[in-house]
């Protein structure tokens, strides 16, 4: 069961499954990928009882068919030691993740907002980054001059903040402009071997969402 590949269902695109493959990157473990394309797969896994509450994300792992975004990550972080040392450590990096996550859900709607909001969801997304979630983290690394948000080791919240750097900067190449805590602290978490090997062309990270993957999820979600 420990040899056997996590397996992970959902469609070829970043979505909610994206932080579920970062994280896999980050504690080094290979994953496979079964995507889904149609309605019919969706139904399938689903009259199956293989989806819990009827959804994906969903991944088969040590014998288990997890669904539910953070409680996958919970699992993943917790069996490979991303998950903090004790209860406090725990709990930070979970706010830190929580938080983080709600910005990480703007993007993540980006692309299937109608073309005239996109550009005035990107001025908000941006906003909010600046104004409200950036500046935690900034403090948080000024003052405890430590590499890493907590306990000064790799954690989730590290990998759920870096993912969600990049996917800003993506969209605003000058977001992190006002954070030199930030800048420094992005280069540095890229640069741990296997996010490192993560970031390189040819891993499993996906592509900015684009009109074929749109449409892909609208076909496999929406009512017919």
């Known amino acids: 069961m420990e040899d056997k590949k996590p397996k992970l269902h959902y469609p070829n695109g970043r979505g909610r499954m994206e932080t579920i493959r970062w994280v896999l990157a980050a504690a080094g473990?290979?994953?496979e990928e079964e995507f889904l394309e149609t309605k019919e797969q969706l139904q399938k896994l689903q009259d199956g009882n293989h989806?819990?509450?009827q959804q994906v994300p969903m991944v088969e792992i040590d014998g288990m068919k997890l669904v539910q975004t953070r409680s996958i990550l919970h699992?993943?972080?917790d069996k490979h030691n991303l998950f903090g040392r004790d209860l406090q450590e725990r709990t930070l990096i979970d706010m830190y993740?929580?938080?983080t996550l709600d910005l990480l859900e703007l993007i993540i709607m980006h692309p299937f907002l109608r073309p005239d909001d996109q550009q005035k969801e990107v001025v908000s997304m941006a906003q909010k980054a600046i104004f409200r979630y950036f500046p935690v983290f900034e403090k948080v690394l000024r003052d405890h001059g430590q590499r890493f948000l907590v306990g000064n080791q790799l954690s989730l919240a590290d990998v759920v903040l870096l993912q969600t750097i990049l996917a800003l900067e993506e969209k605003i190449p000058n977001i992190?402009?006002?954070f030199p805590h930030l800048q420094e602290y992005s280069v540095?978490?890229?640069n741990v071997p296997t996010i490192r090997k993560?970031?390189?062309p040819g891993?499993?990270?996906k592509p900015p969402p684009d009109e074929i993957y749109v449409r892909t999820v609208y076909n496999i979600f929406m009512p017919s």
Do not use: P, R
């Open 203 to 205: 891993s499993k990270k």
């Open 51 to 53: 989806l819990l509450f």
């Open 188 to 190: 540095k978490v890229s």
């Open 176 to 178: 992190l402009a006002s």
């Open 29 to 31: 473990v290979e994953f």
């Open 75 to 77: 699992y993943i972080a």
């Open 97 to 99: 993740v929580e938080g």
């Open 198 to 200: 993560f970031l390189e």
